[in-house]
């Protein structure tokens, strides 16, 4: 049991230490293995391609989407070395974790690997890991507007709550109202009642035997 606990705490540690910096992968694009660099952030898909998509639109570019990867076209960065690439970024989410792999090309699909060029290399993997800030500073950005939506939903019910209280009470005035003239009513009608008896006791008495 220990021995099974070890290994599968060994596996953790590795899988951990695999992620904690940024490495070189290939994957398939258009029936080919092309390399790229790879790197696993602890945010769901939506919010670290969102977030990619913010800052890149923010540096000046618009993504198009090719096969499964967003393609960032004509990029200079000084973070990349200051010379023309296209950023080829896939996203591959797995429950709250998503790995990103980040592809660079110097055109027409003529794709950096590290034997290459591995300066370029090198700074991508840098370059991909400062992402991690972006998409933190992003899902806060989202966090806050989803509790702000939430919090003017229950001031907004509680508003609702309070004029349907009003309109209660205001029901409740009426309704009293109508009690208290009812029980009026039933006080002047008990009079014609007693008032109609006493007649019909009357006419009742003349009857001859």
Not at 98 to 105: A, G, H, I, N, R
């Amino acid at each position: 049991m220990l021995k099974l606990l070890f290994s599968f705490l060994c596996t953790a540690l590795f899988t951990i230490a695999s992620f904690a910096q940024a490495r070189s992968a290939f994957i398939k694009f258009k029936d080919a293995q092309r390399p790229s660099v790879i790197y696993e952030f602890a945010f769901p898909e939506k919010t670290v391609e969102k977030a990619v998509d913010d800052k890149m639109e923010k540096l000046g570019y618009k993504g198009k989407q090719s096969k499964s990867f967003v393609v960032y076209n004509g990029v200079t960065l000084s973070e990349l070395g200051n010379q023309p690439l296209d950023m080829y970024f896939k996203f591959d989410g797995r429950r709250e974790n998503t790995t990103v792999y980040l592809m660079l090309s110097k055109g027409n699909e003529n794709f950096i690997s590290e034997s290459d060029d591995a300066s370029t290399i090198d700074n991508a993997k840098s370059f991909i890991q400062t992402l991690t800030t972006g998409i933190e500073a992003y899902d806060l950005e989202q966090q806050i507007a989803k509790q702000e939506n939430d919090f003017k939903k229950a001031e907004k019910r509680y508003q609702k709550l309070v004029n349907d209280a009003d309109d209660l009470q205001k029901s409740k005035i009426k309704i009293e109202g109508k009690i208290e003239e009812n029980l009026k009513d039933q006080k002047d009608q008990q009079a014609e009642i007693e008032k109609q008896r006493q007649i019909f006791e009357t006419l009742k008495s003349k009857r001859k035997a």
